[in-house]
């Protein structure tokens, strides 16, 4: 990978500053109804000017920008301290996926209303016996007639109280395949239209008090053969386009907002904001400067994690070890904030406190670091399974 930019990338960079520069959107409302409907109207802002789906191809309304103009858009958007548009899932994770598998039926009515923010996704992967073993699956789809039946509980299931679509992963073949060894087989992945009968969304309140996420009942949920995914049985090769786009798509955004809050931990350590200028103190500045080494480390990877997506078109395992050490390296960043805010970063409803709390969910969400190290023993450097 050059790291150089070629003219048209630098013009193209010098665009997008100058437009976040004029757009940038006010701040979020406190409350979490309000401020998901500020991402959406940011995302509906983004689209007017061709840049909610700036990766996506032209054929699917998106920009057909090339995969480093791509990483420039997010390295912008985190410089401008942007927030990302609200239907992160679908942009990132069931776009790609269906552009890869879909029916032409299914893009030409799914992609538009990601783009334009009118209808957001869920992921239902997870459920309460099967998260890292993902082939333990047991929610079970029964075919009658042209629809499919489906039972079961999805769990941690993110913006499911906003979605209109689920990308719906559930067991068509035996159900007693489930967390056997031949697990993979015999799962389907569905487009779940939430509105229908038999849809139940509980929402779950997390360590920070916001109910981010949610449990997802199915009780005898209908949903059409048409909306099957890549093929009846074909569900996990599905699931591993969503799963490596997710990794792959947000490394650059996730490793820009690193910069973004270490460069203001840096202001505060240095005196802004009243904090004495602790950076003097040997131990907060060696901290800092290991976060720096770690961000920028970060920063080279995510850049080189396009060589893979450009030799196989598809994002590889390497994206795990970015999401396994952006997790590790986010949750360090908000304790040694904590060391410099002191009591403020333990204040109820302080940003540095929720972002204390949220980042232990870091090395979960997206699959934990401990599965991302097996994939990147296993599929990366070709290390025996134990
Ligand atoms: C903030 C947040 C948002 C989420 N959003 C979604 C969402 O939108 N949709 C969705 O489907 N899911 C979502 N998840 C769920 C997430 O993907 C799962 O929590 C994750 O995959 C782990 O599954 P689990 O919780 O069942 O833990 P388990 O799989 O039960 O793991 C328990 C522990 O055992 C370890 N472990 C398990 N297997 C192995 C192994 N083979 N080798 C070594 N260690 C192992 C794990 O690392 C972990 O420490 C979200 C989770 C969080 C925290």
Redesign the pocket.
């Known amino acids: 990978m050059d790291l150089t930019f070629t003219p048209e990338q630098t013009a193209f960079q010098e665009e997008l500053r100058t437009w976040f520069a004029a757009n940038r959107p006010t701040d979020p409302p406190d409350d979490e109804d309000a401020a998901y409907q500020w991402r959406r109207q940011w995302q509906k802002t983004l689209h007017g000017a061709g840049l909610a789906g700036v990766h996506w191809p032209k054929e699917y309304g998106g920009r057909g920008a090339t995969l480093s103009e791509t990483a420039i858009f997010f390295e912008e958007l985190g410089r401008a301290g942007a927030p990302l548009p609200a239907d992160v899932?679908g942009l990132l994770l069931a776009g790609p996926t269906l552009m890869v598998w879909g029916s032409q039926e299914q893009k030409d009515r799914l992609l538009p209303t990601i783009l334009d923010a009118e209808e957001s996704w869920?992921?239902?992967?997870?459920?309460?016996?099967?998260?890292?073993?993902?082939g333990a699956v047991k929610t079970r789809a029964v075919k009658d007639g042209d629809d499919w039946v489906v039972t079961g509980q999805?769990?941690?299931?993110?913006?499911?109280q906003y979605a209109k679509w689920c990308m719906l992963v559930a067991r068509t073949g035996d159900p007693a395949e489930a967390g056997g060894p031949a697990k993979h087989k015999g799962l389907t992945y569905f487009v779940l239209d939430m509105e229908s009968p038999g849809v139940e969304v509980r929402p779950l309140v997390?360590i920070t008090g916001s109910p981010?996420?949610n449990e997802l009942f199915l009780d005898e949920v209908r949903i059409p053969d048409s909306a099957v995914v890549g093929g009846v049985g074909n569900g996990w090769k599905v699931a591993l386009t969503t799963l490596m786009n997710e990794r792959a798509g947000l490394a650059f955004f996730l490793q820009v907002r690193l910069r973004q809050q270490l460069d203001a931990l840096v202001d505060r350590a240095a005196g802004a904001g009243g904090t004495d200028g602790v950076i003097d103190d040997p131990v907060v500045a060696d901290k800092i400067a290991d976060l720096h080494l770690r961000t920028e480390a970060l920063r080279l990877l995510a850049w080189k994690g396009l060589t893979a997506i450009e030799r196989y078109g598809q994002p590889g395992p390497e994206g795990s070890l970015g999401k396994w050490l952006w997790s590790e390296t986010n949750q360090q960043l908000v304790e040694v904030a904590a060391d410099v805010f002191g009591s403020e970063a333990l204040i109820d409803g302080e940003p540095w406190a929720y972002e204390l709390l949220?980042a232990r969910?870091?090395s979960?969400?997206?699959?934990?670091?401990?599965?991302q190290?097996?994939i990147v023993a296993e599929r990366v450097l070709g290390l025996p399974r134990v």
């Open positions: 899932l869920c992921q239902g992967f997870s459920e309460p016996d099967a998260g890292s073993d993902f999805k769990v941690w299931t993110s913006g499911a997390q981010e996420f949220r969910g870091n979960i969400e997206g699959g934990t670091t401990e599965i190290k097996n």
